[in-house]
């Protein structure tokens, strides 16, 4: 049976590769897709723009209230996330194309040739994975350097305000 269905689709692929030059030829060139295609209806907001769905992830942060797993969901803010609305306000803030932190992917890690300062900020760690945007993220934070401290605090009140 599975021989016969890989048979029927190698024959199936070979007619319509033959077919596709006669088609072009008697109706122009296929049309391109726009790029970036659209995004499902379920991951944009009423307006639009990309929704924001994210788990986030954190422990160790030294504040028991703050160790916890957490949704947030953004356009509308919500979900069990304890300030939902300010994390979103900041997420959008860091996607605005202009400001002072304009345009910056919070999830991006520190790349590998950083100078950071060598300082501990603690053993909290956190992991963010969802939608942001319209882009998967799944990202990791730590606080064991300045860099990453750095990384961490830039994405707060989405992760605790730890010391």
């Given at each position: 049976?599975?021989r016969r269905?890989?048979?029927t689709?190698v024959?199936?692929?070979?007619v319509?590769?033959?077919a596709?030059?006669?088609a072009t030829a008697?109706?122009?060139?296929l ?7 659209p995004?499902p209806s379920?991951l944009q907001g009423?307006?639009?723009t990309a929704?924001t769905?994210?788990?986030?992830t954190v422990?160790?942060?030294g504040d028991r209230?703050?160790?916890g797993?957490?949704?947030l ?5 919500g979900?069990?996330h304890?300030?939902a ?6 997420l959008?803030?860091l ?7 304009a345009?910056t ?10 100078m950071?300062?060598q300082?501990f900020?603690?053993s909290?760690?956190?992991r963010?994975t969802g939608?942001w ?5 799944d990202a990791s934070?730590?606080r064991?350097?300045g ?11 989405v ?5």
């Amino acid at each position: 049976m599975l021989r016969r269905l890989a048979l029927t689709a190698v024959a199936s692929f070979a007619v319509l590769s033959a077919a596709a030059p006669a088609a072009t030829a008697a109706t122009g060139p296929l049309p391109l897709l726009s790029l970036p295609l659209p995004l499902p209806s379920a991951l944009q907001g009423d307006d639009g723009t990309a929704k924001t769905r994210l788990t986030v992830t954190v422990s160790d942060s030294g504040d028991r209230e703050a160790d916890g797993v957490y949704e947030l969901r953004c356009l509308p803010a919500g979900g069990s996330h304890p300030v939902a609305q300010q994390a979103c306000e900041r997420l959008a803030e860091l996607a605005r194309p202009t400001g002072r932190q304009a345009g910056t992917d919070p999830f991006r890690p520190v790349p590998a040739d950083a100078m950071c300062t060598q300082q501990f900020g603690g053993s909290a760690t956190a992991r963010v994975t969802g939608i942001w945007q319209g882009q998967h993220v799944d990202a990791s934070f730590d606080r064991t350097n300045g860099c990453e401290i750095a990384r961490w605090n830039t994405l707060r009140p989405v992760l605790p305000n730890v010391r």
